[in-house]
């Protein structure tokens, strides 16, 4: 087979993984030899390989020259020597324990791509490397190990059916397979096709830190808390407070973020599973829950009190205090994913929702108690309105508006109009510092305009008063 036979190697219908090439070898019959070969050692078990359940018949050829691989492809090792011959069989056939890693691009050269085998190996292909060249050093010396051997059968198993039934040649040091270099394989494939064919792992971009791995893991895995943690507060040092399953659950993410460090893999497999728009949606679940929690709560405390209460209860002042830690926990998220359409739409309605609760509540919520107690005088503390949003007379800190104003604000007009002209008319200027009224009408209007040039000829909207 020519070099150019092998360039066109592909990974469309044709392509056959580790896994597919064994079911062939297992339904193929076996063939036998009368006598032993330097090929089959007995020293060496046969093991599962790691891609899979695979027991491959390891087929004896009639001279020692000729390998089958775990893949079905065969190899004429006849110009090698005895030692390299033995690495090459430990390397193709299902001999082994290798498996990889994951694979990604050189930062320093787009033509090297580098694959980590697991067991801290790693082979690096092309380049600056005229030979593949493996972390484990037994390939000094110009000879190949069976890292390599093994690396070379895998991106040959791409190759079309009517290759794939030819013997291939191999070369000691690993350079090529049938006069066809690796890296030439790899760049007519490209790596991305490779990685999905064999199922592996590519890791796009550089390497991040200890840092930037514990605080991506701890992100993702806050979704599955058992006690409903946010990111933030699974991230954060234990609390004395936290359930045994919570507790468990941190040391879980403890044990996974040690192996995530030293095997990326399973950082990209981790975030293939819990991708952006499952966080997202368990985020804002979680959030949407608090908020209605924190209205109950209110409505229980002034129901029963602080001592009689039958579920969890609030007073006006951590209520409030539970309100603006959610506002604020929604402006962090949204502001670390600013370009998620998703993000941006369900920050805007959480908000909303709560803005809606609060002007909902601008009166005395001591004055109809049953209960035995002291109502507070301080308007702050007896009245939720006026602890969020009437106290900021100088617009400093404005309740929701921060975030709200800097979201899109056509999701506004399209999705929650009714809830904000509702708003609007409770955020009297009689009653809220002004500040905050003209923050609130600059978005409301700005709405206003973009919705007339988008909906011409429909009904009149209601005016802000």
């Known amino acids: 087979m020519s070099a150019e036979a092998l360039s066109k190697l592909s990974l469309g219908e044709t392509m056959v993984t580790t896994r597919a090439g064994a079911a062939r070898a297992q339904t193929a019959p076996p063939q036998h030899s009368h006598s032993q070969s330097s090929s089959s050692s007995p020293d060496l078990p046969s093991s599962p390989s790691p891609s899979g359940p695979l027991s491959s018949i390891e087929v004896v050829s009639p001279t020692p020259s000729l390998i089958e691989a775990a893949s079905g492809l065969k190899y004429d090792v006849s110009t090698l020597d005895t030692d390299v011959r033995r690495r090459a069989k430990r390397g193709l056939m299902d001999d082994h324990a290798i498996k990889m890693k994951y694979c990604r691009i050189s930062d320093d050269d787009r033509h090297q791509y580098l694959f980590y085998i697991d067991d801290e190996i790693t082979v690096a292909i092309g380049g600056r490397y005229t030979v593949p060249r493996c972390t484990c050093g037994a390939n000094e010396g110009g000879t190949a190990c069976k890292h390599i051997f093994w690396m070379l059968d895998q991106l040959t198993s791409g190759a079309p059916d009517n290759i794939k039934t030819q013997t291939l040649q191999l070369t000691v040091d690993g350079a090529s397979v049938q006069n066809m270099e690796p890296a030439n394989m790899i760049d007519k494939m490209r790596l991305d096709r490779v990685a999905e064919g064999l199922d592996w792992v590519l890791h796009d971009g550089p390497i991040p830190d200890d840092d930037e791995i514990e605080d991506d893991i701890a992100e993702m895995l806050s979704v599955f808390d058992p006690d409903d943690a946010l990111p933030a507060e699974f991230k954060s040092p234990e609390s004395p407070f936290l359930s045994e399953e919570a507790r468990k659950f941190r040391e879980f993410k403890d044990l996974f973020i040690m192996y995530a460090t030293d095997n990326l893999g399973l950082l990209n497999r981790l975030q293939m599973v819990i991708d952006p728009a499952f966080q997202t949606e368990a985020f804002f679940k979680k959030i949407n829950f608090r908020i209605g929690r924190a209205f109950k709560a209110l409505e229980e405390y002034m129901a029963h009190g602080p001592t009689a209460a039958l579920s969890e209860a609030y007073d006006v002042v951590t209520c409030a ?16 994913q600013v370009d998620s359409e998703d993000v941006a739409t369900r920050a805007a309605a959480a908000l909303i ?3 809606d609760g609060v002007t909902s509540r601008n009166f005395d919520a001591y004055a109809n108690i049953t209960w035995d107690g002291i109502p507070p005088e301080n308007p702050e503390q007896m009245n939720l309105f006026e602890a969020l949003i009437g106290a900021d007379t100088d617009g400093d800190n404005l309740f929701v508006l921060d975030t709200l104003k800097s979201l899109p604000h056509d999701d506004f007009l399209r999705n929650h109009w009714g809830n904000l002209s509702s708003i609007s008319e409770r955020l009297s200027p009689q009653w809220t510092p002004q500040p ?7 978005i409301m209007t700005e709405s206003r305009k973009r919705a007339a040039s988008e909906s011409r000829g429909s009904s009149a909207k209601r005016p802000i008063h």
């Open 321 to 336: 205090d539970k309100l603006r830690d959610l506002a604020q926990a929604i402006g962090a998220y949204y502001h670390q």
């Open 353 to 355: 929702s709560i803005l």
């Open 436 to 442: 905050y009224w003209e923050a609130f009408r600059a």
